[in-house]
């Protein structure tokens, strides 16, 4: 009889749905239909980067200058753009791998319907339906065995235990885990969005940005602005239209065109636009260096976060451990004859038996490798191995080398746990104990002289001890460990040097656990059972202070243990390759998915090792350092020239003095002392290591540069209008003079350490600043004007004092900063 047929004449068959219940849940909605989209579409992620007030006030000034013909003063226009389009494209490639997420991912579910089994899509299971599961299936829904032969399902991608569990009827079953043995019968429970992978899925698909300090504190500093711009644009279309000798003649003369151009001026230079953009190009060429690494940045501000990391919690199995189990060691026997295990000859000969069987389980296959497989060893009669027995056995004919019957299993079922005290039995179960509690997986060897027969190995029955033959005697124990990746110890050495704690969460079973952590290197007497963490969310965060590895944790507890170190002010990395660990890496400031990974935890990951080599990892937190490190450097840039943008902004306006630049000055400026040197220097390399408040210590030194700049120009056209007897052209000749040597200035203090490349920059910046001022075509274009010799030489001197002030200002800044050299992450 096929097993097609033995289902369906099974007692349990009436059980099955018809055709008229399954379409009164179709009705019901009792489907297995689930759609989460993510939290923003395309048109939410287009007007969140497009659609804010900073985009209209520069939109609104790029159009006006258009519309009043000076297009030449409008190219601001195009850094923003470049701004909106890179924040929509990231923000729409997180979507999109948000909407790919998906924890079931088999295309057809097996039912019993209508006496018959069925092949239907995933969607169409409803509430209460047959499930048939067969060894490969994955299921698609929530259930309850009702019959099973030697079901064993995979629930490591959900749960972080390494092992198949063993079903018996009535237990539950999760949607998204695997049969791996054996087959039966389960009731559909939860369906849709009720279900163990659909709530997972839907909370893992909630939309979020990784949490980057550089991302924030330019935030910061553009919601400064913005609410800043608002009154200074009034002071300074005020200042402008008075200087044009107040509002009605201007309006009445057209003298209003020019007062407007100035006032876009002064507005666009408050706005450090190339800083955003440089900050996303510093990012997106980090993300092509470390693609050459085999490491995918899928959000780009991922690199500088791994940089701020100051604990990475760890998955065992997959992350620490490459998920497949080794051969450890062969333990003599303190209960055998002083002739050791020898006194059985052909032991090792069997072990390599057990090794070779082609049905042999994943543990008895590592014994391969060390122990060599007799081909002329024919066995008598084999019983194979199962999750129910949990042991093997094999009888050889009484002329070979391994005469007799051999047994291959767990200690405590293979040897009875009620021998009294003292008996041989009891001290090998006593050994086995010992190594076991060291995170060892035991299994014993054991002999006898009666022999198994065919009939014994069929009737073997799943009451410990049944089918076994009688007269064992223990040969040897054998200890197994999971493999562990080869480049473990030495990453997690370099996060220890660099200051960065790890904790060891984990699924599986606390002392084996605490077995791996030591072999790499994590001094741990036993592993913390999750099971009994406190719910209360300061006392979790106690726990995680005071304990490094864990076992038995679920997938909800990984994702309170992530925040809860968060809480207490860490910023954590999470790295995994299961399901179970999606959450985790979901809510963690870093996800990093090795390329083990399942789909859903790949698309929640902000990293992924394409490689699955873990010694990856200190590359990234380089690249990491280098990027946040530069863009420290060049922020001081953008942001001191904020600050005496404002500042002129203020003065010029409230003292009624027209601005002293056109738009397209100040972009040329602007490209001079900032924008060109700093695409260079955010590109260079820099291993200085992170310290928080990057924003404050930009802060610092930019403002008060800033000032410097503003004082500087402030003094020219004080000088100008008291002389007088200069034109509008020879004063912004002489302000862009003054403003670009004290900007040049605060780049060399900014660049330092200077090495040739450096040095290289900043002399080819004052190249092009005497090109810009002499050739006639960049000369025209931008409108510049040589001034008078008095004029000129007031602007060098007042230059030269300027950068003599930026350079006591920078000398104070690197003793402030030497004061934290050497300190730890």
């Known amino acids: 009889m096929s097993r097609t047929a ?5 007692p349990h068959a009436q059980l099955g749905l018809s055709g008229e219940q399954v379409a009164q849940r179709n009705a019901a909605g009792l489907t297995n239909r689930f759609s989460q989209a993510s939290s923003r579409s395309l048109w939410e ?3 969140a980067n497009v659609l804010t007030l900073f985009n209209a006030i520069v939109a609104g000034s790029f159009i006006l200058l258009l519309v009043l013909g000076q297009w030449r ?17 990231q923000e729409y490639r997180a979507k999109r791998a948000l909407d790919r997420l998906a924890v079931i991912n088999t295309p057809h579910a097996r039912v019993l319907r209508d006496g018959t089994v069925q092949d239907i899509e995933v969607e169409a299971v409803v509430h209460e339906d047959i499930l048939v599961l067969r060894v490969g299936d994955q299921i698609p829904a929530d259930a309850t065995t009702i019959d099973s032969e030697s079901l064993e399902i995979d629930e490591s991608l959900l749960t972080g235990e390494a092992d198949p569990v063993l079903k018996a009827p009535v237990d539950d079953v999760l949607s998204g885990s695997s049969v791996v043995a054996g087959h039966g019968l389960a009731r559909v429970t939860r369906v849709g969005a009720e279900s163990f992978a659909s709530r997972l899925t839907a909370e893992a698909k909630r939309f979020s940005l990784v949490n980057s300090e550089i991302r924030n504190g330019l935030n910061r500093v553009l919601r400064w602005i913005i609410w800043a711009l608002l009154p ?5 279309v005020n200042g402008q239209m008075q200087a044009a000798g107040g509002w009605e003649q201007a309006i009445s003369s057209g003298s209003w065109r020019t007062a407007v151009v100035g006032a ?18 510093a990012f997106a060429v980090s993300g092509v260096r470390l693609a050459r690494h085999k490491v995918l940045i899928q959000e780009l501000a991922a690199v500088e976060v791994l940089a701020r990391v100051d604990i990475i919690c760890l998955d065992k199995t997959g992350t620490l451990t490459e998920g497949a189990i080794v051969f450890d060691a062969v333990h003599s026997l303190a209960a055998t004859p002083e002739t050791g295990a020898d006194e059985w000859p052909g032991w090792r000969e069997s072990l390599g038996w057990f090794g070779a069987d082609p049905n042999a389980n994943a543990t008895a296959r590592c014994l391969a490798e060390e122990f060599t497989a007799d081909s002329a060893l024919g066995a008598v009669a084999a019983i194979p ?42 001290t090998v179960l006593g050994e086995a104990n010992t190594l076991a509690s060291a995170g060892m997986r035991t ?16 009737a073997a029955g799943t009451a410990a001890g049944a089918g076994l033959p009688s007269r064992l005697s223990s040969t040897v124990l054998l200890t197994f460990r999971e493999k562990v990746r080869p480049d473990a110890a030495r990453t997690l050495a370099y996060f220890r040097d660099q200051g960065v704690g790890v904790r060891i969460i984990s699924g599986d079973d606390p002392q084996t656990v605490a077995a791996v952590a030591r072999e790499v290197g994590i001094h741990v007497e036993e592993g913390y059972d999750a099971r009994t963490l406190p719910a209360d969310p300061d006392q979790l965060a106690d726990m995680m202070e005071q304990q490094l590895v864990f076992g038995r944790v679920t997938p909800t507890q990984k994702k309170d243990m992530v925040r809860a170190l968060q809480r207490r002010g860490h910023v954590v990395a999470m790295t995994g390759d299961g399901v ?12 990093i998915a090795m390329n083990t990974a399942a789909a859903a935890t790949k698309a929640v990951s902000r990293l992924v090792l394409l490689d699955g080599r873990f010694d990856r990892l200190p590359s990234v937190v380089a690249e990491g350092r280098r990027v946040i490190a530069n863009i420290e450097r060049v922020s001081v840039l953008y942001l001191s020239k904020t600050a005496y943008a404002i500042a002129m902004s203020m003065i010029f306006g409230a003292l009624i003095w027209g601005f002293p630049f056109l738009p397209r000055q100040l972009s040329a400026t602007d490209g001079l002392t900032i924008g060109i040197p700093s695409f260079f220097l955010a590109l260079m390399a820099n291993t200085r290591r992170y310290r928080p408040g990057f924003l404050k210590r930009s802060l610092w030194f930019a403002v008060p540069a800033g000032l410097i700049v503003t004082a500087g120009i402030l003094a020219v056209n004080a000088y100008a209008r008291l002389v007088g007897g200069f034109s509008t052209e020879d004063v912004q000749g002489a302000s862009v003079i003054t403003l670009s040597l004290i900007a040049l200035w605060v780049l060399v203090v900014v660049s330092r350490p200077l090495n040739l490349a450096r040095v290289g920059i900043v002399l080819a910046m004052y190249i092009v600043l005497v090109g810009m001022l002499t050739i006639p075509l960049p000369r025209d274009f931008f409108n510049l004007a040589v001034p008078p010799p008095a004029l000129l030489q007031l602007s060098v001197i007042t230059a030269f004092v300027g950068c003599l002030a930026v350079e006591i200002l920078g000398r104070i800044r690197a003793r402030v900063n030497a004061r934290f050299r050497g300190r730890p992450v």
């Open 6 to 10: 033995k289902i369906i004449a099974h």
């Open 45 to 47: 992620i287009v007007r």
């Open 73 to 89: 003063d409008a190219l601001f226009g195009f850094s923003a753009v470049g701004n909106a389009v890179i924040g929509v494209v």
């Open 232 to 236: 200074i644009m009034l002071i300074v």
């Open 264 to 281: 876009v001026a002064s507005i666009i230079a408050m706005v450090p636009l190339g800083l955003v953009l440089m900050t996303s190009v």
């Open 385 to 426: 191995f199962s999750s129910e027995r949990k042991w093997s056995a094999v009888a050889f004919g009484a002329d070979t080398v391994a005469a007799g019957t051999w047994v291959l299993g767990a200690p405590e079922l293979v040897l009875n746990p009620e021998s009294p005290r003292g008996s041989a039995a009891a």
């Open 443 to 458: 299994l014993v060897l054991a002999h006898s002289s009666e022999m198994i027969s065919t009939n014994a190995a069929g």
């Open 580 to 591: 179970n660990d999606a959450l985790a890496l979901k809510h963690a400031d870093i996800g």
